[in-house]
């Protein structure tokens, strides 16, 4: 057997590059939980010790700290000063909350992947499913702040008015249900968005709806917004003129139950909005680290949740427009088609 020992140096340089990666998303997940990017943004160059002031933390501790985030090139570095900068840029995706960049947030989903290893390993041997209510809390923050970003970015912005006609109908007081809509982003981006309008949100994960109904009264919103503990085939009411299913579809053991549900509860001339991962319907055509990182979370999450359900499809992150809209098609809609993608998501429009 013939070796390409240069094949394998470069293969080895990508897995120290992959750990490095790894261990400093704990840093980035520090850095933004304990402000110090917050405390960087806007303020020019700052030494180790200006920052341990700023912040109230030891300048030791944030010293190797800004070497790390140096190292990776999260910040720019002046040795002759021994200052480090957050740049503007970089400060969109790590300090600003508001920013349609931001990411930093999303780091602890991670930490849960690794908290829940021996669980997701046991899944590989048994075949069994792994609920989401049996993950690590992180994981509920976590993936909340990937998707957040794009919700508050186009979901009222660009989504809702790629719809037909569905935009006209929320400006003049028109009925909502989110499903599967964890604390709640979406649906309280919607009211604010949509003031004339009705929301309910449901989850069948009571601690998520808990923190959703806290989430609508500081927003303002709880008059005309609930959040109800439901399954996504068994929620109440009808006459909705949309229905929400936001990065969750996927994650269902029986989605196509779960659409001909929707559709039953939906007006005549009522929407499902559907958004989902970004995914081409081949596997090659979701090589690269957005690919990567959802089918990372599709094998420890999305697959597992699935299969804790009854029917257990499986349809996972990287599902594809195709086998999504089969699907809706299934279902009973007539109507099915995209209306709309960003770098993370596929949004497809459904009526019956």
Same mark, same amino acid.
């Given at each position: ?11 080895? !340089?990508? $897995? ?25 943004? /806007? ?19 944030? @010293?190797? *700290? ?29 300090? =600003? &909350? ?15 992947? *690794?908290?829940?290893?021996? +669980? ?7 075949? =069994?499913?792994? /609920? *989401? %209510?049996?993950? %690590? &809390? ?13 919700? @508050? ?5 660009? *989504? ?14 028109? +009925? ?29 994960? &009571? ?5 959703? @109904? ?23 009411? !009808? /006459?909705? !003129? ?58 420890? $999450? ?24 089969? $699907?809706?098609?299934?279902? /009973?809609?007539? @109507?099915?088609?995209? $209306? ?13």
């Amino acid at each position: 057997m013939s070796i390409d020992q240069a094949k394998v140096a470069a293969f080895a !340089d990508q $897995v120290v590059g992959d750990i490095a990666a790894a261990m400093s998303g704990v840093m980035t997940n520090l850095g933004h939980k304990l402000g110090l990017y917050r405390a960087m943004a /806007g303020s020019g160059p700052l030494t180790s010790v200006e920052l341990a002031q700023r912040t109230g933390l030891h300048e030791r501790y944030v @010293r190797e *700290w800004l070497n790390n985030q140096m190292a990776g090139g999260y910040l720019d570095y002046d040795s002759a000063a021994g200052a480090y900068t957050l740049s503007d840029e970089h400060a969109l995706v790590l300090a =600003n &909350p508001d920013s349609p960049a931001f990411l930093a947030g999303g780091f602890d989903m991670i930490s849960s992947m *690794w908290i829940d290893e021996e +669980k997701i390993a046991q899944a590989f041997r048994t075949g =069994n499913g792994i /609920g *989401w %209510h049996e993950h %690590h &809390p992180h994981l509920f923050c976590g993936m909340e702040a990937i998707f957040r970003t794009g919700y @508050r970015t186009d979901l009222a912005q660009r *989504w809702i008015p790629a719809l037909d006609g569905v935009a006209a109908k929320l400006e003049n007081g028109g +009925k909502v249900a989110d499903i599967g809509c964890g604390h709640g982003a979406s649906t309280i981006i919607m009211a604010k968005a949509f003031p004339q309008s009705s929301f309910v949100g449901f989850d069948y994960h &009571p601690q998520s709806i808990e923190v959703a @109904r806290l989430r609508a009264e500081e927003a303002g919103v709880a008059n005309r917004t609930t959040f109800e503990v439901a399954s996504a085939k068994e929620f109440a009411g !009808d /006459g909705y !003129d949309l229905i929400c299913f936001m990065d969750c579809l996927h994650d269902l053991g029986d989605p196509l139950g779960a659409a001909r549900h929707a559709l039953s509860t939906l007006t005549d001339d009522g929407t499902v909005l559907l958004v989902e991962p970004f995914a081409g319907d081949r596997v090659e055509d979701n090589i690269g680290p957005v690919g990567r990182m959802f089918y990372a979370a599709s094998t420890a $999450v999305c697959v597992p949740n699935s299969l804790s359900q009854e029917t257990g499809l499986g349809l996972g992150a990287q599902a594809g427009e195709a086998q999504l809209s089969a $699907v809706l098609s299934a279902a /009973g809609f007539s @109507r099915v088609r995209r $209306v709309a993608e960003t770098p993370f998501n596929i949004v497809i429009e459904a009526r019956p």
